[in-house]
């Protein structure tokens, strides 16, 4: 059974400073998506990263993927306000059809001035 | 263009109704695929269809189902309701091929069970 965690669950940022959520999975797959959820609001997808090595940056924000080490990380750069969400982490199995994504817990995010 | 739409967005029942949600996904997209999200097992896979079509299922109980229809838009009843379903209802929508990967997501139905 695929199992996805993210630690750490709770990360209380300062403005300016940079901070790595992480998100470790159990077993292969190839791909992994980081979603960003506001309060009472949806996902919305921040990155798709389809192969080891993958690195992705917007704004901010910078992911990657290590699929040896079934880790993918999410890195913040000089933490703002805006940035303060809920951020997960989701798998797909490795060589399934279509998807079927498992989500980490959740990685709660608050940036204070 | 549009994005996933779900409907309706909000609504409370009783134990032991039934209850039918609908997705429409991005125009293009044959992939439906729908999640639970509660406050204590987060987000859960409930099931994917494609192509009128269900390709994948979680491990929830029968009272879950679902379909698609010949464009593409997808329905998910639950019946019987118990308190425990009291969640909110994701669908997101994607191309359905391997190689696209990204998945989007609907602002979602927030389901009340009283």
């Known amino acids: 059974e695929l199992k996805v965690e993210q630690n750490p669950l709770f990360l209380s940022m300062q403005e300016g400073k940079n901070y790595t959520i992480y998100c470790n999975y159990s077993t292969t797959s190839d791909r992994l998506y980081w979603y960003r959820q506001d309060p009472g609001k949806s996902l919305e997808s921040l990155f798709v990263l389809l192969s080891n090595g993958a690195v992705k940056q917007e704004g901010r924000l910078m992911a990657s993927l290590d699929t040896k080490a079934r880790l993918s990380t999410l890195h913040i750069t000089a933490a703002v306000h805006d940035l303060s969400a809920t951020y997960f982490c989701a798998v797909d199995p490795p060589k399934a059809a279509g998807n079927k994504l498992t989500f980490g817990g959740g990685t709660r995010v608050l940036v204070k001035p | 263009k549009a994005g996933v739409t779900q409907t309706p967005r909000y609504l409370i029942k009783t134990r032991g109704q039934q209850v039918t949600l609908s997705c429409s996904p991005i125009?293009?997209?044959?992939?439906v695929s729908w999640y639970q999200q509660t406050p204590g097992q987060g987000l859960q896979f409930l099931f994917e269809y494609f192509s009128e079509t269900q390709r994948n299922k979680g491990n929830f109980p029968g009272r879950f189902s679902g379909r698609q229809f010949s464009n593409s838009r997808s329905e998910m009843n639950v019946s019987t309701l118990e308190l425990g379903d009291s969640a909110l209802y994701l669908c997101a929508s994607s191309y359905g091929t391997r190689n696209t990967g990204e998945l989007f997501f609907g602002e979602g139905s927030r389901l009340t069970v009283l």
């Open positions: 125009s293009g997209h044959r992939s």
